[in-house]
Nanobody
Framework: QVQLVESGGGLVQNGGSLRLSCVPSERTESAYSIGWFRQAPGKEREFVAGLNRSGATADYADSVKGRFTISRDHAKNTVYLQMNNLRPEETARYYC?????????????????WGQGTLVTVAS
């Protein structure tokens, strides 16, 4: 079973930037697409960004378009989420997930593998 490990979270000021990393325990390009989700206390987990299996097509939630960028470094077997101009309401635990849907998906239930998450706190 593939495992996912996220890192890169932390405390940042309003308007600041962070880069999150998601590293699978084995190469996943042939079987999984990767997506980023976030979950704030008391709220449901929500889609943030995703890549299709080839890494050529990205999808973003409307709330993060123009500020967040998802990318894949095949050599390092890592998927990144670059987050710029962060807002206090984006304080949450950020998770990467793996889905067998080639195009990726915004639907939570289509993801079968999750990491433990990394906490992002944006101070106002």
């Amino acid at each position: 079973q593939v495992q996912l490990v996220e890192s890169g979270g932390g405390l940042v000021q309003n308007g600041g930037s962070l880069r999150l990393s998601c590293v699978p325990s084995e190469r996943t390009e042939s079987a999984y697409s990767i997506g980023w989700f976030r979950q704030a206390p008391g709220k449901e987990r929500e889609f943030v960004a995703g890549l299709n299996r080839s890494g050529a097509t990205a999808d973003y939630a409307d709330s993060v378009k123009g500020r967040f960028t998802i990318s894949r470094d095949h050599a390092k077997n890592t998927v990144y989420l670059q987050m710029n101009n962060l807002r206090p309401e984006e304080t949450a635990r950020y998770y990467c997930g793996a889905t067998t849907f080639y195009a990726g998906s915004r639907i939570l239930s289509r993801y079968s593998i999750w990491g433990q998450g990394t906490l992002v706190t944006v101070a106002s």
